[in-house]
């Protein structure tokens, strides 16, 4: 099936930091990837719609100047964490949408734990 | 608005017990229906997938069916393990509305024991 990879898996940084998650699509081109937050306990909140080639979609209450997104590729989108705060420690989860005829199956990466000392 | 309704958990069973969590869904076009799970500290995996009514995903020993007439997804599965012990969400994609993105329930925990 369809593997998405994340790195880092965890990540430990200092307050005013910035942070790079990398989401990748192993064995598949995904024009579009999802970016996700989940607080402990609770579901997935929808960050970002990534595209490839364009500027990505951010939802309602999300700072896109704080939370950067690139899909250079069709195989790869970043999140960076500009200038972090320990209220962006999180999950954050990646997904890849993998076009098949008559579906619309989002593949996930394993996460990556984000902690801002 | 697309939404999903899920049973609240968390949900604990002895080994080999039944298992069913409920899932309804509100959508305005014809969504395709997902069940993923999340094992501890990791990301979501899909379990199972429906696009139609009528149709039956299943994958593991569980199994869905997308029943329109009420609008449900529920999972089940015959004889739990310990080893399904994991949070489950049901989740709806509806391309009609032109939302890319998935609708995610809550989560349900489930907890086997031995």
């Known amino acids: 099936g369809a593997v998405v990879s994340q790195h880092p898996s965890r990540v430990i940084c200092k307050s005013g930091t910035s942070v790079k998650i990398e989401c990748r699509s192993l064995?598949?081109?995904?024009?579009?990837m999802f970016w996700y937050r989940q607080f402990p306990k609770q579901s997935l909140m929808l960050m970002a719609t990534?595209?490839?080639?364009?500027?990505?979609?951010?939802e309602q209450g999300v700072e896109k100047d704080k939370f950067l997104i690139n899909h250079a590729s069709l195989t790869l989108s970043t999140l960076t964490v500009t200038s972090a705060h320990p209220e962006d420690s999180s999950f954050y989860i990646c997904?890849?949408?993998?076009?098949?005829?008559?579906?619309?199956?989002?593949?996930f990466g394993p996460g990556t734990r984000l902690t801002v000392l | 608005g697309d939404s999903v309704t899920q049973m609240e958990g968390p949900v604990t069973l002895s080994e080999e017990a039944f298992l069913t969590i409920n899932c309804t869904y509100t959508?305005?076009?014809?969504?395709?229906l997902f069940w993923y799970v999340q094992y501890p500290g990791e990301g979501l995996q899909l379990l199972l997938k429906?696009?139609?009514?009528?149709d039956k995903g299943s994958n593991k020993g569980f199994e869905a069916t997308y029943r329109k007439e009420t609008t449900s997804f529920h999972l089940e599965k015959g004889s739990v393990q310990v080893s399904d012990s994991a949070v489950y969400f049901c989740?709806?994609?509806?391309?009609?509305?032109?939302?890319?993105?998935?609708?995610f329930g809550t989560g349900t925990r489930l907890t086997v024991i031995p």
């Open positions: 997904s890849a949408r993998d076009w098949v005829a008559g579906s619309n199956t989002q593949y």
């Open positions: 064995d598949f081109q995904a024009t579009t």
């Open positions: 990534s595209n490839e080639g364009s500027k990505a979609t951010y």
């Open positions: 959508a305005t076009g014809y969504p395709s």
């Open positions: 429906a696009t139609k009514a009528d």
């Open positions: 989740a709806l994609s509806d391309l009609q509305t032109g939302a890319n993105n998935l609708f």
